[in-house]
T-cell receptor, first 115, second 113 residues
Framework: GAVVSQHPSWVICKSGTSVKIECRSL??????MFWYRQFPKQSLMLMAT?????????EQGVEKDKFLINHASLTLSTLTVTSAHPEDSSFYIC???????????FGPGTRLTVT | GENVEQHPSTLSVQEGDSAVIKCTYS??????FPWYKQELGKRPQLIID?????GEKKDQRIAVTLNKTAKHFSLHITETQPEDSAVYFC????????????FGSGTRLQVQP
């Protein structure tokens, strides 16, 4: 099956700094990627839809100026958490659908801890 | 938007017994319903999915049923094994999976040896 990678797998940063997370589709092209956030013992919640060559679409309640998404190529989407705070600590997971089944392939996730 | 409810939140069964997890969805336009198994700290792993043009799908010990009229779908695991212990999520999506998934709240399954 298709493979999606994420980097880094975990990161610790200080409050007020910015962190960039990369999501790559390794063996297929993804015009659309999705970013989810998962707090401990909770479900995955969609944050935004990343569209190659255009602006991302954010879910209600997600600050677009805080969570910057750039989908600059057909295989790479990045999520930048700006001015991170402890409440941004979470597990961030990306996914991308692959043709022809459009099954969603998930990245391994990035655990962000803000101290 | 779509809302997916999942029950139960926890489920404990004896090894060899069956486990059933149920989900309901609100958006009648949803037509893709995957089930995921997630182990602690790892990505969700697709275990089975069903599209709205069929009512049931089976893969060895795992089966999923879909009732479009009632807007609910269920996961059935037979002959459970300790390695089935994990958190299971149902999800729903429009456009046969091209759209983002809306997840249920999850079920923590514990299979007692």
């Amino acid at each position: 099956g298709a493979v999606v990678s994420q980097h880094p797998s975990w990161v610790i940063c200080k409050s007020g700094t910015s962190v960039k997370i990369e999501c790559r589709s390794l063996d297929f092209q993804a015009t659309t990627m999705f970013w989810y956030r998962q707090f401990p013992k909770q479900s995955l919640m969609l944050m935004a839809t990343s569209n190659e060559g255009s602006k991302a679409t954010y879910e209600q309640g997600v600050e677009k100026d805080k969570f910057l998404i750039n989908h600059a190529s057909l295989t790479l989407s990045t999520l930048t958490v700006t001015s991170a705070h402890p409440e941004d600590s979470s597990f961030y997971i990306c996914s991308a659908p692959d043709r022809p089944s459009y099954e969603q392939y998930f990245g391994p996730g990035t655990r962000l801890t803000v101290t | 938007g779509e809302n997916v409810e999942q029950h139960p939140s926890t489920l404990s069964v004896q090894e060899g017994d069956s486990a059933v997890i149920k989900c309901t969805y609100s958006d009648s336009a949803s037509n893709y319903f995957p089930w995921y198994k997630q182990e602690l700290g790892k990505r969700p792993q697709l275990i089975i999915d069903i599209r709205s043009n069929v009512g049931e799908k089976k893969d060895q010990r795992i089966a999923v049923t879909l009732n479009k009229t009632a807007k609910h779908f269920s996961l059935h695991i037979t002959e459970t094994q300790p390695e089935d212990s994990a958190v299971y999520f149902c999800a729903a999506s429009r456009d046969t999976g091209r759209r983002a998934l809306t997840f249920g709240s999850g079920t923590r399954l514990q299979v007692q040896p």
